[in-house]
């Protein structure tokens, strides 16, 4: 019941999204090696999971397509640091870490747009190579609605090709995380300044400043109330935690 009333909630916070007959949602490589315990983990990655999946209901709603991106690289891929690239091993075809986060609610309609699988090189758009802008031209699709991970690495890339490939493009904001907080607002900024809407309001944590520490050096700690009310900082709508019984939480998140 807790998890109903959640979901509830959740669908009546998020932004109504204007789609139209000729939009589409993109959703960029939600998948397991993205996510908390992947191989190469985005902060909070998971989270935009349910934030994704109401968009989704939105977009089924309105019968507009969606498509989502993966990577889908081959062993030893160039883009992997063992190939002197610059990410570990991830998103590797036909294992576990390629597959989709398993609360994703994509529909056997769902349009998979497999990107990476270049031998030489990465393919960091959805647009690169994928043959996606003809596709989606001819299926009458003039504005495009862009959220998943990462947003300054995938999403970035996939927003600025869809731009420049002529559709008007807007960034759900809040159902995309970066995975280093500066580059996420420097991404933004690009993307505004390349002329993508952007909806919503940027939600990733900043960097913890340093805690303070008292005169024995000992670790610091900080109750912290989690019966307020759900729309607190520290407990956002899309959490999946309880209020504890005694409203502490023991240690900050450092």
Not at 24 to 53: H, K, M, T, Y
């Amino acid at each position: 019941m807790a998890a109903q009333n959640r979901a509830k909630r959740r669908k009546q916070m998020i932004e109504k999204l204007d789609f139209d007959k000729n939009s589409a949602l993109i959703i960029v490589d939600v998948q397991n090696d993205f996510c908390s315990n992947g191989a190469l983990p985005v902060p909070e990655g998971e989270r935009v999971v349910p934030l994704i999946n109401a968009y989704v209901e939105q977009a089924l709603e309105s019968r507009i397509p969606i498509f989502a991106s993966r990577d889908w690289h081959p062993v030893d891929h160039v883009s992997f640091s063992g190939q002197d690239g610059n990410w570990p091993s991830h998103c590797i075809q036909d294992h576990e870490g390629a597959g989709f986060h398993k609360d994703l609610a994509l529909t056997q309609d769902t349009v998979v747009v497999s990107k990476g699988v270049r031998l030489d090189r990465d393919q960091n758009s959805a647009f690169d190579e994928t043959g996606l802008a003809a596709y989606l031209r001819k299926k009458g699709v003039e504005s495009l609605f862009v959220c998943g991970l990462a947003l300054d690495v995938c999403v970035l890339s996939t927003v600025m090709d869809a731009i420049n490939s002529g559709f008007a493009t807007s960034l759900i904001l809040e159902a995309t995380r970066p995975v280093g907080y500066e580059d996420g607002i420097a991404a933004v900024e690009k993307m505004k300044q390349a002329g993508a809407s952007v909806l919503g309001e940027y939600k990733a944590p900043k960097p913890a400043a340093a805690s303070p520490k008292s005169d024995t050096d000992e670790e610091w700690e900080q109750p912290v109330c989690a019966k307020a009310p759900e729309w607190a900082e520290h407990q956002r709508f899309e959490d999946d935690d309880e209020p504890c019984d005694d409203g502490r939480t023991g240690k900050l998140d450092r």
